[in-house]
């Protein structure tokens, strides 16, 4: 198993930047894909970004592509979710979520699928007022 571990989120005005943090332990942080989803008040769970084990693909949802930015750092066995020009309707709790190293990720929509992922922190709060 893989233990993940959110950090980083806050209160930001729009139009300000947050980078977010995802530290995980337990296994070869490598061997997994990584993604970033959030959930809002009265919705559900939604893709924000994914990112394949080696930091070369990577995928955003249609909202936030120009704005946030996904990155790795696996000899620290980390993720990161750099936020700029955020607005309102990002307010949200933010996971982020690994897929055991068996699955096979061949197309951009087999990131947006939270049922890939298998393990899955407990967020971080994104609030971002107008």
């Known amino acids: 198993q893989v233990q993940l571990v959110e950090s980083g989120g806050g209160l930001v005005q729009a139009g300000g930047s947050l980078r977010l943090s995802c530290t995980a332990s337990?296994?070869?942080?490598?061997?997994?894909?990584m993604g970033w989803f959030r959930q809002a008040p009265g919705k559900e769970r939604e893709f924000v970004a994914g990112i394949g084990r080696d930091g070369y693909n990577i995928y955003y949802t249609d909202s936030v592509k120009g704005r946030f930015t996904i990155s790795r750092d696996n000899p620290k066995s980390a993720m990161y979710l750099q936020m700029d020009s955020l607005k309102p309707e990002d307010t949200a709790v933010y996971y982020c979520?690994?897929?055991?190293?068996?699955?096979?990720?061949?197309?951009?929509?087999?990131?947006?699928?939270?049922?890939?992922?298998?393990?899955w922190g407990r967020g971080t709060q994104v609030t971002v007022s107008s």
């Open positions: 979520a690994a897929a055991e190293p068996w699955r096979r990720f061949y197309r951009g929509n087999d990131y947006y699928r939270s049922t890939n992922y298998d393990y």
């Open positions: 337990g296994r070869t942080f490598s061997n997994y894909v």
